[in-house]
């Protein structure tokens, strides 16, 4: 109260009350330009942009873009190669996702009734985190390579004649997802580690006392009480899962066979291999639309469920 | 009597056991984590014959240090690790530049319209890069960027993430300490300075390792962008690498790996806590 009365009486003693007016009117707004300028210029502008050429028909060959209403979406939706990328980038999600998620919940729990050798379990899981994915992807073909990898090196013991992994169509799009995997998992085990010590000590003891077990325990009081981190987690894995595109390059370029063509791969196939700028940008426009969707229908279907503090 | 302390007996043997199994299914998990790394490093640490051995090769047999030193006359990773600090520096630099007064404005000051230009703002979260790289391809071409450091770092600068973590770090910040310093005739950049920054150093220490992690492993934009081993960073350097020598001699493609690799790993090492609290300060979900 008395504050104000200060403020109001030290803003009444100033001469330049208008020029301040005007200009304390402008300074949040300016506070946001620098942001906004790159914001404008390298996220929304090329987005819109991208939007709008995918209704052109453009290429190496051709000197200025010619307009061709929807014709790029009706070619990528006639492609049977967009399809079969599609279907990889679904296989992907609907692998990886839940694999991740489970894994790294339950670890973090199990990290964290533990008292002794913590730090150890969190850094130990935590390090391929750190790893660049040109590097992880690197190290991944070595321990995949058919001949010398540790992986064959180990089935061999146990007299079995190991497999051709990323070399083999059958094989390849998992082998990718493991990678993935493992090197994600450690990033939503801290996650999930630090959902969980907002988790009332207490509410442990009294489940204890009424006699309910370690997948009760979980089930009726972690669960319902980290839905925020949960949803948190599934939706940078779905941003994540539509961006995978270092592991494919190194790894696969692809192949064999597109087996492991995914989106971003393929716009980067269409954009700078052949050079079709109309192709390139209407999938830009498709890959921003599906985020969107698909964050949108997860958040809209998880919101009820989601308990917040 | 006797039947209680049996029940008592048993539930604390159960525990114990619980216990003990749950540590060996960690060390178990930790150790397939950790293996594939250990793995590459002897790898890299080898003469090439090396890897064609029985066994494992967990444990060297004969150490090659050379393979580091030759490496670095294979390919240009000197100047990639160059240009990499250089453009995560300008980067981290610019963000926070950027970031704190638009955190700042959207956390303490009212206007009209502010909150959805917060959306706008950190709508941006759910476009990465990779998604729009095409169009921004574009941009760079009509700025003369091709092949520039400075391309390298501009689509990075506005930062979704880093606006919305500041600015919930701004929000607890008491409005008592902001009106005392008006008072004492402070403008909104000496509140910033001399209040917001101080106080907020744990978020802003932890965006800034975030950043500089996710940053040290671009690999697509700088792919697209650049042209020349000039201006390349460690990641894509690596990536180049690897085409050219696919020949492979694979005790040299690990020493590459791990070239790129150790830095982060060592920093990693000696500041474990402080990254760990950051990526639980970055989900926001600790308070």
Known sequence: MILEVVKGSLKKGSDKIKSNDIFEKVVPYLFLLPSAIFLITFTYYPIFRSFYLS??????????????????????????????????????????????????????????????????????????????????????????????????????????????????????????????????????????????????????????????????????????????????????????????????????????????????????????????????????????????????????????????? | MLKGEIKIFSYKTKEKVGNLVSHIFLMIICLIIIVPIIWALTTSLQPSEAIFQEGFGLIPRSFRWQNYAEILDAAPFGIYLINTVIVVTAIVILQLLVVIPAAYSFSRLEYPGRDILFYIFIAQMLLPLQAIVVPNYDVMRFLGLINTRTAMVLPFVASGYGTFLIRQQFKQIPQSLLDSARIDGAGHLRILRHVMIPLSKPIITAFALISIVVHWNDYFWPLIITETPSVRTLAIGLGMFVQQESGADWTLLMAGTMFIVLPLLVFFIFNQRIFIESLMIKSGMKE
């Open chain 1, 55 to 309: 209704f052109f028909e453009h290429d190496l060959w051709m000197p200025e873009p010619q307009f061709a209403g929807l014709d790029n979406y009706v070619q990528l939706f006639n492609d049977a190669l967009f399809m079969r990328v599609l279907r990889n980038n679904v296989i992907y999600l609907i692998g990886t996702i839940p694999v991740v998620i489970i894994l790294s919940l339950f670890i973090a729990i199990l990290i964290n009734e533990r008292t002794r050798f913590k730090e150890f379990y969190e850094a130990a899981a935590f390090s391929p985190t750190l790893i660049p994915m040109a590097a992880a992807a690197m190290l991944w073909v070595f321990l995949y390579n058919p001949n010398i990898g540790i992986i064959n090196r180990v089935l061999r013991l146990f007299g079995h004649p190991g497999r051709a992994w990323i070399n083999s169509s059958s094989t390849a799009l998992g082998s990718l997802m493991v990678v993935m995997i493992w090197k994600n998992i450690g990033y939503f085990i801290i996650l999930f580690l630090a959902g969980l010590q907002n988790v009332n000590q207490s509410l442990y003891e009294s489940a204890k006392i009424n006699g309910a077990n370690w997948l009760q325990k979980h089930r009726f009081i972690t669960l319902p009480l980290i839905t925020p981190t949960l949803l948190f987690v599934i939706i940078v894995n779905i941003i994540e899962s539509f961006r995978v595109f270092d592991i494919v390059h190194i790894m696969t370029q692809g192949g064999p066979a597109n087996a492991t063509n995914v989106f971003v791969y393929y716009i980067y196939q269409q954009t700078f291999r052949f050079w079709n700028f109309g192709l390139g940008n209407a999938l830009t426009a498709l890959l921003v639309i599906i985020l969107f969707a698909i964050i949108i229908v997860i958040m809209r279907a998880l919101r009820k469920y989601v308990q917040y503090g």
